[in-house]
């Protein structure tokens, strides 16, 4: 019997066991052509027609309107970070960027390379004293977009509502949300995400654009970040990052056998609350951010003794339950849980918590 | 037993069986972790050790001076046509292109996104009337750098030579003939190459930049292009496509079994020799590149009735060898012979053109 492993990590992180089984077994020859998946010319039509079922899959998987063009690209959340600007403000160069961590910061520091960037504050403090989101802004209704981290990977704060943005085009970094939920696609201008959390793995990018936005380019736009150019290229302008490419279509697969994205977001609420609830009643753990503002999927916690930190991740590991180191700005634990992450891995969790802390406790 | 398959494609390309297999051993259990190694953080101490074996490997493998900087990055070679005026064009923005087919002509293209682009001639026309390749060029000794594509994929033309470029950078896209052979790496600024011929799946692009170029860049370099911040992070400034590397890694320490790339470079010299020695022996192939400039690694053959196209492709296909169709641009057919491809393969190319030549011959 395979040895039970559950991988937190906020990125790369774990695919569906299944996805990676069918991986596995057809690696070295795809479809009876003697050949893997990753040999075949991306020009081809074996692998055209992989690149064309994967994108169908998401469409139907996100319902995304036909007005969208959906791209496959290299370079992660952080060359989208440059795309963006890149792509949006060749005609009017200023945005309001909605600041809620370390993601979106990252993001203005690419758009400052481009255009003038108009920062907002997307925390506030909660009447509790915790973390909570700021729910509205004055914003410039002459900027060319709004643009916001709707899940922030490191702090685990999470957005459970969407901006209004009024006629300004809403432009969201998904990378650690996309697919946990079904979402309204019509409410953004653009959605992108880096495929390494849940739909992937590293290396790819997707991004849903909306087709009237892809007219107002910058001349100097790289021609690996060009919209335009890769819409009109069915994202090949360029060798795409086939094997990614390929294994987002089996997650998408895969998620459309677990009954698409509203019986995610159920699965995904209760795992979520399993561990928050378990947190919330502990003495011995805590989570800092406000009940309204908690991520779904990246959920940081501290030990009420940091010397005990080492201690927690060995025990842990020893048990199969991988990456829970929190990130060094944030500290602590940090458990991710996203789409591929069984209820089974938190029960596990959770299990592990409650006797360590009994170990350890008050 | 395995049908045996030989892929000619020009890229993605085939990978050496032994690498595919341990791929394929250990794609669910990667050193006993219990997951993929496109599972892990690449910020753990188990993705780290992966990377810098790589970059090691390809530093002993070509020779790499401690004075390069070796970087992992995403974008493929397209990717690379825009990182090197953005890199090198931010205090002199001017650079001399000699183009000598489809890839260095597209390299220009994004280097006028940035800077000014002098176009110098690659081609001539040698005494026989066959494509053959100028060997000195009115070259601008106050130009940032000098560009080229020492093997362009699509017309099958290679330089036998390194230009000399006096004390300007010389910069040279190494895409689809990387090592196949050693090369003097001082003699370069920079070399840079997709990873989707000879290193490993697409997705990847590897940089070898000497560091005194590190320090000219355009201020509006995406973060994802910046050769001076990736370098300082260990290409890690964003999340690698750290499965493309791992594969990389594993490309070099067969290629270091294999013998390094002197024997690489015998080897692929007695591959093309077959071929070449075969098509020029006939009447019924031709190729049209001056023996001076012929490619090692990507042979263009015309047969001498093109109506005849498509029955070779069906036939060769039939045999188990894949992806000989050339290129739009040339027409004909195309056999990439990288460092994966066995002679065994060119061998029984030769003996299936052979067969179809007397049943279809003059």
């Given at each position: 019997?395979e ?8 990125g ?6 299944e996805?990676?089984?069918q ?5 070295r ?20 027609a992989?690149?064309?079922e994967?994108?169908?899959d ?19 959340g952080?060359g ?18 909605i ?17 003038d960037?108009?920062?907002l504050?997307?925390l ?31 702090e ?27 979402i ?15 739909i ?9 654009v909306r087709?009237d936005?892809?007219s ?8 690996i ?11 090949m ?6 094997y990614?490419w ?6 998408f697969?895969?998620?459309k056998?677990?009954?698409g ?13 399993l ?5 919330d009643a502990?003495?011995f753990y ?11 999927m ?6 009420k ?14 048990e ?14 940090r ?15 959770v299990?592990?918590m ?8 008050s």
């Amino acid at each position: 019997m395979e040895k039970m492993v559950y991988n937190f990590s906020a990125g790369p992180a774990m695919l569906p066991v299944e996805v990676m089984k069918q991986a596995q077994a057809e690696f070295r020859d795809f479809h009876g052509l003697g050949v893997s998946v990753m040999e075949l010319s991306h020009r081809g039509a074996d692998y055209m027609a992989v690149a064309a079922e994967a994108e169908q899959d998401l469409r139907d998987l996100m319902q995304i309107p036909d007005n969208y063009k959906v791209l496959f690209l290299q370079g992660g959340g952080r060359g989208q970070f440059a795309a963006v600007p890149l792509n949006l403000m060749g005609i009017n160069a200023k945005a309001d960027y909605i600041v809620t961590g370390q993601w979106s910061k990252s993001a203005v520091a690419e758009a400052e390379k481009v255009g003038d960037v108009r920062v907002l504050e997307g925390l506030k403090t909660a009447e509790d004293g915790r973390q909570g989101l700021a729910t509205s802004w004055a914003l410039d209704s002459t900027a060319a977009y709004v643009h916001y981290c709707p899940n922030e990977t490191i702090e685990g704060i999470e957005y459970n509502f969407i901006p209004d943005t009024g006629d300004v085009p809403l432009v969201a970094d998904m990378s650690s949300t996309i697919l946990s939920r079904p979402i309204d696609v019509t409410r953004f201008g653009i959605i992108y995400a880096g495929a390494q959390k849940n739909i992937g793995p590293s290396g790819l990018a997707v991004v849903i654009v909306r087709e009237d936005l892809l007219s107002q380019a910058c001349p100097q736009v790289p021609g690996i970040l060009d919209y335009a150019a890769m819409a009109k290229a069915d994202s090949m302008l360029n060798t795409p990052p086939t094997y990614a490419w390929y294994l987002a279509g089996l997650v998408f697969k895969w998620l459309k056998a677990q009954g698409g994205l509203e019986a995610m977001g159920e699965r995904n609420k209760a795992k979520a609350e399993l561990l928050y609830n378990y947190v919330d009643a502990s003495d011995f753990y805590r989570n800092e951010v406000h009940p309204s503002a908690r991520s779904w999927m990246n959920i940081p916690f501290q030990l009420k003794d940091d010397s005990l930190n080492d201690a927690f991740l060995k025990g842990a590991k020893a048990e199969g339950l991988l990456a829970l180191k929190g990130h060094r700005i944030v500290g602590g634990m940090r458990a991710s849980l996203y789409n591929a992450m069984p209820i089974e891995g938190v029960q596990a969790l959770v299990a592990y918590m409650d006797k360590f802390a009994k170990q350890h406790g008050s």
